[in-house]
């Protein structure tokens, strides 16, 4: 960890409480670790993208919103102190923040965060096939409730474009049909039409519905990226699927027809959803009622 300078850091702590800098060096090193497990050897090769996984990492380890929010405090003040003292010339965690969301319930996107993703402004930041190619995974993921896997698993054959249905292979090998709305087979369908070939070479698995740029089928990386350049917060994939599931049953959708499309065992594990269902509610009820 000498290249990261952890010591030095910490000795420039002087005005700070020796509870408040035992916890700045465990979040730091805590960082370090998982940040050389990706190939980084130093501050230098951080970037504010790298910063962006590590949060949305974080949260997908359940870690609370406020240990989250702790951690982004202990990066905004190392690098920043790495950038007064000339080790950097950039700061990559300036305005850094925690994503969204609170406790161990899941995240619902907004609906401004939704049009972010799904509509991003043009010109594209990547070429027309990987958008076109993005445009379908993110619908599928929200359209359809997919877990990552399941959309990453598909095959051609499991696509029932005219009648906008798609065949998901779920945990323990359950398999379950859902539909999908017109946008989003319309986003699969292009996708299939005029992006897939630019994508594919001679050793491409022929079956694969999504594929990446060196050629092969997509993998979870790949769908976490695609999240990192659309979304305006540090999004987790799964993410998508949470607010599918929270969206429907806001409209009224039965629970029992949650637990189908999401391919649930049990109902218990549909039955969070409605947790955070109530608690918006409650939040609109606060907010907007003259007595809230």
């Not at 989250?68 to 190392?78: D, H, N, P």
């Not at 972010?116 to 929200?142: I, K, Q, S, T, W």
């Not at 990226?225 to 998508?240: F, G, V, Y």
Request: charged content about 25%.
């Amino acid at each position: 960890m000498v290249s990261w300078d952890l010591d030095a850091f910490t000795r420039s702590l002087s005005e700070v409480a020796p509870a408040t800098v035992v916890a700045y060096r465990s979040d730091l090193e805590a960082f370090v670790t998982w940040a050389e497990r990706g190939g980084l050897t130093g501050p230098e090769q951080v970037e504010r993208l790298t910063l962006r996984r590590y949060l949305a990492y974080l949260s997908t380890r359940r870690y609370a919103r406020q240990s989250v929010a702790r951690k982004a405090a202990s990066l905004r003040r190392y690098f920043s102190w790495l950038r007064r003292t000339g080790v950097l010339e950039v700061d990559p965690a300036v305005r850094l923040s925690a994503p969204g969301g609170g406790g161990r319930l899941p995240r619902v996107l907004s609906h401004a965060e939704l049009d972010h993703l799904l509509d991003p402004e043009p010109p594209a930041v990547v070429d027309r096939a990987v958008g076109l190619r993005d445009d379908a995974v993110l619908e599928l993921l929200y359209g359809s409730g997919l877990r990552v896997a399941e959309l990453c698993a598909l095959d051609l054959s499991d696509l029932d474009l005219p009648g906008g249905m798609v065949t998901v292979w779920g945990k323990g090998a359950k398999q379950r049909t859902v539909p999908m709305h017109d946008r989003c087979g319309e986003a699969v369908r292009t996708w299939l039409a005029d992006g897939r070939a630019c994508l594919a070479g001679p050793d491409s698995p022929a079956n694969a519905v999504f594929l990446n740029m060196a050629q092969r089928r997509l993998g979870v990386r790949d769908v976490r990226r695609i999240l990192d350049r659309r979304a305006q917060s540090p999004t987790h994939p799964h993410a998508l699927r949470h607010s599918f599931a929270t969206h429907l049953l806001d409209g009224g959708a039965d629970l029992r027809v949650v637990q189908e499309l999401l391919g649930h065992a049990s109902l218990r594990t549909t039955q969070v959803y409605t947790h955070v269902s109530k608690e918006r509610l409650m939040a609109v009820h606060e907010r907007t009622h003259p007595r809230g």
